[in-house]
């Protein structure tokens, strides 16, 4: 069965750090592959997305991911992180090519930030 | 303007009522969908609707129907309501139903079942 694992629960970093976030998958195929961030009190927000060709993706607010087969990761950063980005961070995977919009989400990392 | 809406964003009531969940998208997509998140964030979807028709319904119970009066509307209705179905309820909305249109969420509805 499809699943997305992110190892990390809690991550805590300074300001001004570079971070990254862990999100692994389980799939028969490359799938659909998704982070978005759900700042509190906020519905969730589309960061990236992969779905074929370069393997480095870049978002939105200076984030970016890298997919790697032969890791099934896809794992999400930034080189220098803000204040503002404290949040919920969610993989999620979804069919390639599928006609049903059925995403499959991690249990999220929850990222502080230190000043 | 929002672009996904709901109402309410809280809703506290006691077991065995039945409630309402509306919501609203304003960005002429095709396909709305809700997810429930529950205590430890979890999130996972619910129901699908594309032109008013459902398609998709993962293993929810019967207690839960989704209600599309039109294309801008899918509202979630829940009947006989449980402990367990304390959790936060969001809305999305995507141009076409497909794994690859990007989904826009709601602010999200918390649900307090005592």
């Known amino acids: 069965a499809q699943s997305v694992t992110q190892p990390d629960i809690h991550i805590t970093v300074s300001e001004g750090a570079s971070l990254e976030l862990r999100c692994n998958y389980s799939?028969?195929?490359?799938?659909?592959l998704f982070w978005y961030v759900q700042s509190p009190g906020q519905g969730l927000q589309l960061l990236l997305k992969?779905?074929?060709?370069?393997?480095l993706v870049q978002g939105i607010k200076g984030f970016e991911a890298e997919f790697k087969r032969s890791q099934s990761s896809f794992n999400l950063r930034k080189p220098s992180v803000h204040w503002s980005d404290a949040a919920e961070y969610f993989c999620a995977v979804g069919e390639p090519g599928g006609s049903q919009g059925n995403l499959i989400f991690g249990k999220g990392t929850k990222l502080s930030v230190k000043p | 303007d929002t672009a996904v809406s709901q109402t309410p964003k809280y809703l506290v009531t006691q077991m065995g009522n039945d409630k309402s969940i509306k919501c609203e998208q304003n960005?002429?997509?095709?396909?709305m969908y809700w997810y429930k998140q529950d205590s430890k964030k979890f999130l996972k979807i619910m129901f699908s609707y594309n032109n008013k028709e459902l398609i998709i319904n993962e293993t929810v119970p019967n207690r839960f129907s989704p209600k599309s009066p039109d294309k801008a509307h899918l509202n979630l209705h829940i009947n006989s309501l449980e402990l367990g179905d304390s959790a936060v309820y969001f809305c999305a909305s995507s141009q076409g139903g497909g794994s690859a249109d990007t989904q826009y969420f709601g602010p999200g509805t918390r649900l307090t079942v005592l």
């Open positions: 960005l002429g997509h095709d396909t």
């Open positions: 992969y779905f074929s060709g370069d393997t």
């Open positions: 799939y028969g195929a490359t799938p659909y």
